[in-house]
C-alpha cells in the first residue's frame, strides 16, 4: 500500500484514494464471479485519483493476469466457433479504440467514460433478459464494438458476455470462452497501448501495487460465489455502475 501512495500525486484526497482502493477490490471480485466489469465498475472511483488515459492500460494488465488463470483452468469447455467469430473483429475494435485513447483531452474523456458507465448501469437495471441460444446481430458486429469499447474505456467483455449469453446454453462454456477472449483482448490492449506510448514504468509499478487488491476481489468473488443469486449480483452491479458514471460527470462537468 505505501508503495501505491508514494506513485501517487500529493494532491489527491484520502476519500478518493479510499472510494479508489475499495472500487478495486469489489470489481475483481465482480470480475471473478460473471467475467467482466473490472474496468466498467473501477474505471469512474480510479478517474478520481488518476488520469483517464492510464487507466485503461493499469486494468488491462490486471485483467489479463486474472482472465489468462480462468481460461486455462477452463480451457476443455472453451466453445472456440464462436471464440473464433468473435475474435477478428475484437482485434480491429480495440485497434480503433487505442487510436482514439491516444488523442482525446483528459476532461472529455472522463466525462465521456461516466456517461457510458452510467448508461451501461441504466440499461442492466431496464434492460430485459434474452434466452440462452437465441442468436442477436453478426459476432463481428459485436467483436469490432466490444474491442472498440475495450480500447477506448478498458471494457467490452459485457458485449461480448451479451453475445456468448445468446449463443451458450451451458455456464462452463459461457465462463471459459468468455475468460478466453478477455485474457487475449487485454493482452493486446497492452500491445497496443505501449506501442501509442500509454505505458510506462510509473504505469507498470502502479499495476504491481494494485496486483493485492486484485488478488483480494478475486478470493472475495470465489467466496461469495454460491451465496447471491445471479439476479441480485447484476442488480448491484448495475446500481453501483450507475452511481459512479454520474457522480464521475457531475465532478468533470463542474
Same mark, same amino acid.
Given at each position: 500500500m505505501n508503495d501505491l501512495l508514494a506513485l501517487l500525486p500529493a494532491s489527491i484526497q484520502l476519500s478518493h484514494l479510499l472510494l479508489a482502493i475499495a472500487a478495486l477490490v469489489v470489481a475483481y471480485a465482480i470480475f471473478t464471479l460473471v467475467g467482466f466489469g473490472s474496468a466498467l465498475l473501477a474505471g469512474a472511483p480510479l478517474a478520481?485519483?488518476?488520469?483517464?488515459?492510464?487507466?485503461?492500460?493499469?486494468?488491462?494488465?490486471?485483467?489479463c493476469g486474472g482472465a489468462a488463470l480462468r481460461g486455462w483452468q477452463a480451457r476443455q469447455a472453451v466453445a472456440w466457433p464462436e471464440f473464433r467469430r468473435l475474435f477478428p473483429g475484437m482485434l480491429?475494435?480495440?485497434?480503433?479504440?487505442?487510436?482514439?485513447?491516444?488523442?482525446?483531452?483528459?476532461?472529455?474523456?472522463?466525462?465521456?467514460?461516466?456517461?457510458?458507465?452510467?448508461?451501461?448501469?441504466?440499461?442492466?437495471?431496464?434492460?430485459?433478459k434474452t434466452a440462452p441460444?437465441?442468436?442477436?446481430?453478426?459476432?463481428?458486429?459485436?467483436?469490432?464494438?466490444?474491442?472498440v469499447l475495450?480500447?477506448?474505456?478498458?471494457?467490452?467483455?459485457?458485449?461480448?458476455?451479451?453475445?456468448?449469453?445468446?449463443?451458450?446454453? +451451458?455456464?462452463?462454456?459461457?465462463? /471459459?470462452?468468455?475468460?478466453?477472449?478477455?485474457a487475449l483482448s487485454t493482452a493486446w490492449r497492452i500491445v497496443l497501448c505501449l506501442? /501509442?506510448?500509454?505505458? +510506462?514504468?510509473?504505469?507498470?509499478?502502479?499495476?504491481?501495487?494494485?496486483?493485492?487488491?486484485?488478488?483480494?476481489?478475486?478470493y472475495l468473488g470465489h467466496r461469495i460465489d454460491l451465496r447471491i443469486?445471479?439476479?441480485?449480483?447484476?442488480?448491484?452491479?448495475?446500481?453501483?455502475?450507475?452511481a459512479c458514471g454520474l457522480s464521475l460527470i457531475v465532478r468533470f462537468a463542474s
Open positions: 478520481l485519483v488518476m488520469p483517464v488515459a492510464r487507466i485503461v492500460p493499469l486494468l488491462a494488465m490486471l485483467d480491429l475494435g480495440q485497434l480503433l479504440g487505442v487510436a482514439v485513447l491516444a488523442r482525446l483531452s483528459p476532461a472529455l474523456m472522463a466525462i465521456s467514460l461516466g456517461l457510458f458507465v452510467a448508461i451501461q448501469g441504466l440499461r442492466g437495471l431496464l434492460g430485459k441460444g437465441a442468436t442477436s446481430g453478426h459476432p463481428f458486429g459485436y467483436g469490432i464494438f466490444g474491442g475495450g480500447g477506448l474505456f478498458g471494457s467490452g467483455g459485457f458485449i461480448y458476455a451479451a453475445y456468448l449469453e445468446r449463443r451458450l446454453a +451451458d455456464r462452463n462454456a459461457f465462463r /471459459a470462452t468468455q475468460a478466453v477472449l478477455i506501442v /501509442a506510448g500509454l505505458l +510506462d514504468l510509473d504505469l507498470l509499478l502502479q499495476a504491481l501495487a494494485c496486483a493485492p487488491l486484485m488478488g483480494l476481489g478475486v443469486s445471479r439476479e441480485q449480483l447484476f442488480l448491484l452491479l448495475n446500481g453501483l455502475l450507475l
